[in-house]
């Protein structure tokens, strides 16, 4: 098939071989042993901690774009998969999936996504290395129990609370697996989703021949090497493509990607100088000095304005496109991801690029004792904010050509397709207004 990646002999033998992805898996999983042990009992100071400057400076930022480069790749090396694995193989109790959370796994995954970062801000999980071990420890034990019980990797589908995201973002990544239908429709043995001889079938509980969407396969490559037709295809293909056709649209992953734009509303804010300014006129407002309840009246506040927001757009196109608001924000809910994407990984950039170098500091101190480092930031602030507007302008056309796409396919033969689209298109562009207005305020630093 024409550009397909996998016809590259050396990529397609390395894919089908015994050493993909285990030689980039295991190694993973050695830097996040001592990434866990450093967290419980390394310095108690973030700055010093090479546990923190890992997870928060290095993993959690570029995070973003290894899914808009890899797609789901990150989850086929993840640690907590790897761990799901072995204790899978251990104890060999491979139930079925319960069916609640077949049907529910996304909203528990946009739960457990906003719990996570209204935990981080009331207990300072980021701040603190102890915290942040504890809530790895939490996800660990997490890991262990879905993998003693249910079949596959039930936790990276169902309930991990980055599998969302990274489903959400993957679908506007550069990289698309797929298989050949032709092929597919007349193959019996279905060993791509069964498994053969060594190798797992499908840990993301997918079929490759009916897969239409990049959201759950994770490129671990047991599909390349299990089908007997060579029916596996890997393409690149541009980015947030997949978002133009959403055949299928689903409201908890059009939900999920506008909470999105308010988590990362919340992450610039509350790391603002002027959010110590904000907080003092919600304390005078509400009668209390307590920052829990500061903090999740902002959060609220954060997450329901977009919401609030898209809502109502959805509401004034269906006055013109006759559909209801919710179905309308079910069908253009993905345009947001593209500017969602652009906007954490703009936020992302600035403690990666400020920050980066406490991640090499923190190593070194590590095998040096008494070393004691040097500046954090391989760019200058100024420089950053720069790469952070043309992120968010970016995204912002990604977004705007989503929602025409979108507009076109839905409501393109009943005439209605511009009408639908003015909305969101205005809409989007305020988002991206406002994102760009956090982006020129002076930010604090994580570590
Ligand atoms: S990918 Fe291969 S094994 Fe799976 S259904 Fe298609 S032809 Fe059969
Ligand atoms: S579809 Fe293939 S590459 Fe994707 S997760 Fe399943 S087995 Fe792995």
């Known amino acids: 098939m024409k550009g397909n990646l996998l016809d590259i002999r050396s990529l397609k033998a390395f894919v089908k071989s015994s050493l993909f992805p285990a030689i980039i898996q295991w190694p993973t999983a050695f830097v996040f042993a001592v990434v866990v042990y450093q967290l419980l009992y390394g310095p108690m100071s973030a700055h010093e901690n090479f546990g923190t400057a890992m997870t928060w400076v290095l993993w959690w ?21 790897t761990l799901s694995d072995i204790v899978q193989k251990w104890v060999r109790n491979k139930r079925t999936v319960p069916v609640f959370l077949k049907k529910y796994g996304i909203w528990i995954i946009d739960a457990m996504f906003i719990l996570i970062t209204w935990a981080d801000h009331v207990f300072g999980i ?13 996800i660990i034990t997490g890991v262990i129990v879905s993998g003693a019980f249910f079949e596959r990797r039930t936790w990276c589908r169902y309930l991990c609370f980055l599998g969302g995201l990274s489903g959400n973002y993957s679908r506007s990544g550069l990289l698309e697996l797929r298989a050949k239908s032709e092929n597919c429709k007349k193959c019996k043995d279905k060993y791509c989703y069964k498994g053969k001889d060594n190798v797992a079938g499908c840990p993301m509980f997918e079929m ?32 947030s493509k997949e978002l133009w056709y959403v055949r299928k649209p689903k409201i908890e992953e059009s939900f999920l990607a ?26 005078g407002l509400t009668g209390t000095s307590s920052y829990t309840v500061t903090f999740t009246i902002t959060f609220i506040i954060a997450m329901a304005v977009p919401v609030l927001a898209f809502y109502a757009t959805s509401w004034l196109a269906g006055v013109s496109n006759r559909e209801k608001a919710i179905s309308n924000l079910t069908i253009f809910g993905y345009a947001l991801i593209p500017l969602d994407l652009a906007g954490h990984l703009a936020h992302n950039l600035f403690h990666l690029l400020a920050e980066g170098k406490t991640v090499l ?9 008494g070393y004691k480092g040097g500046s954090p930031g391989f760019f200058p602030e100024a420089t950053i904010q720069i790469m952070q507007f043309a992120l968010i302008v970016l995204g912002l056309a990604a977004s705007l050509f989503t ?16 009408a639908s689209l003015v909305p969101y298109a205005v809409l989007l ?3 991206a207004a406002f994102n760009i207005y956090l982006f020129t305020l002076p930010m604090s630093m994580r570590m």
């Not at 980021?126 to 420890?137: F, I």
């Not at 734009?261 to 300014?277: A, R």
């Open 61 to 81: 930022p570029i995070i973003p774009l290894i899914f808009l480069l890899m797609g789901r790749f990150w989850c086929a090396i993840c640690p907590f998969a």
């Open 126 to 138: 980021v701040e603190s290395p102890l915290g942040s071990g504890v809530l790895l420890m939490i």
């Open 208 to 239: 490759p021949g009916v897969m239409d969407s990049s959201a759950k396969c994770n490129l671990c490559g047991n599909c390349v090497k299990t089908c007997p037709n060579d029916s596996v295809v890997l393409t690149a293909r541009i980015p």
């Open 258 to 283: 506008i909470i999105i734009m308010g988590i990362v509303f919340v992450q610039n804010i509350t790391m603002l100088e002027l959010w110590e300014d904000a907080q003092k006129i919600i304390e």
């Open 361 to 369: 500091h923190t190593g070194i101190a590590l095998l040096v004792p």
């Open 403 to 418: 929602a025409y796409k979108i507009s076109k396919n839905w409501f393109g033969e009943a005439g209605k397709s511009t």
């Open 429 to 431: 562009i305020l988002l």
